[in-house]
């Protein structure tokens, strides 16, 4: 995922890393979870998760994902992203 400067920001205010936020929040709205790259040692300023999907419905999950995603840059983004 890319890391977002108001992302970053509240993230730090939470006291969590960018892509936990991302997880946490992903998690609350959703009920997918999903593991924070954070916690496998990835490289200061990227950000990633890890997931599994074992269930029927894939396409239904998908769409939550991407309809998640799309309102998480919208909402920490720059105007217009």
Not at 59 to 70: I, P, Q, S
Request: proline share 5%.
């Amino acid at each position: 995922i890319e890391l977002l400067p108001k992302q970053i920001e509240a993230a730090k205010k939470a006291g969590k890393a960018p892509d936990m936020l991302y997880c946490h929040e992903l998690l609350d709205e959703t009920g997918i979870c999903a593991i924070p790259g954070s916690g496998f040692g990835q490289k200061e300023g990227e950000g990633h998760f890890r997931l599994t999907c074992l269930c029927d419905g894939v396409e239904e999950y998908v769409d939550k994902l991407e309809t998640f995603h799309r309102k998480f840059y919208a909402k920490y983004g720059p105007a217009g992203q």
